[in-house]
């Protein structure tokens, strides 16, 4: 069974802090992504990496993907409020199987 | 235009009873994906739908059974609840077949109480 952890598994700061959250497996992945989910809603996709040691910027947001495609982080700058939700990585793999979810990260900014 | 609809939102049952959760895709979506999202776990994939097939299944038990109709709308069953059923159902409809598909856009789930 494909794992894939995620730590920290809460995490509060102020605004404007930064921050990074972590994505880590033991196998292999196609592809990796990222969605938010914020209370009340289902998740929604951020950005998917697809090569090894790719990194994507989304505004604050910065992802990279892992070189051997088994591990991901995701980097915050400046923190804002509405950054605030459960951030999911999933694990895309080749062929017909689904998408392997981890337990998320909580994060909360203070304004 | 209107995305991904789930009904009902919120929902009670006891431990036995059935439930039927209902889903609508974005329009023109012909997939749909049901997942459970135990409080503090991430989703875990129950079924995949296409064209009214069935595409994948994943670790639930024969009480979990879904469907698609021809308008690609889906059900999701679950028989003989237990306690532990009790989860936010999400459903996730997607333009393409295979259930890795590349991406997915979830409604707002159902949130399944079991007493």
């Known amino acids: 069974t494909q794992l894939l952890e995620q730590s920290p598994q809460f995490l509060s700061i102020q605004e404007g802090e930064n921050l990074t959250v972590y994505c880590n497996s033991s196998?292999?992945?196609?592809?990796l992504q990222w969605y938010r989910q914020e209370p009340g809603e289902g998740p929604v996709l951020l950005v998917t990496v697809v090569t090894g040691g790719e990194v994507k910027k989304l505004k604050r947001l910065t992802f990279q993907f892992g070189d051997a495609r088994k591990d991901s982080s995701l980097h915050i700058t400046a923190a804002q409020p509405g950054d605030t939700g459960l951030y999911l990585c999933?694990?895309?793999?080749?062929?017909?199987?689904?998408?392997?979810f981890g337990k998320g990260t909580r994060l909360s900014v203070i304004a | 235009d209107a995305g991904v609809t789930q009904s009902p939102t919120h929902l009670i049952k006891t431990r036995g009873q059935h439930v039927t959760l209902r889903c609508s895709p974005i329009?023109?979506?012909?997939?749909v994906s049901w997942y459970q999202q135990v409080l503090g776990q991430g989703p875990q994939f129950i079924f995949q739908y296409y064209e009214k097939e069935e595409r994948g299944r994943g670790n639930f038990p024969d009480r979990f059974s879904a469907r698609q109709f021809p308008n690609y709308s889906s059900e999701l069953n679950v028989n003989a609840l237990l306690l532990g059923d009790s989860a936010l159902y999400l459903c996730?409809?997607?333009?393409?077949?295979?259930?890795?598909?590349?991406?997915?856009?979830f409604g707002e789930g159902s949130r399944l109480t079991v007493l």
């Open positions: 996730a409809s997607s333009l393409k077949t295979s259930v890795n598909t590349g991406e997915l856009f």
């Open positions: 196998s292999v992945f196609s592809s």
């Open positions: 999933a694990g895309v793999n080749s062929g017909n199987t689904p998408l392997v």
């Open positions: 329009s023109g979506h012909k997939s």
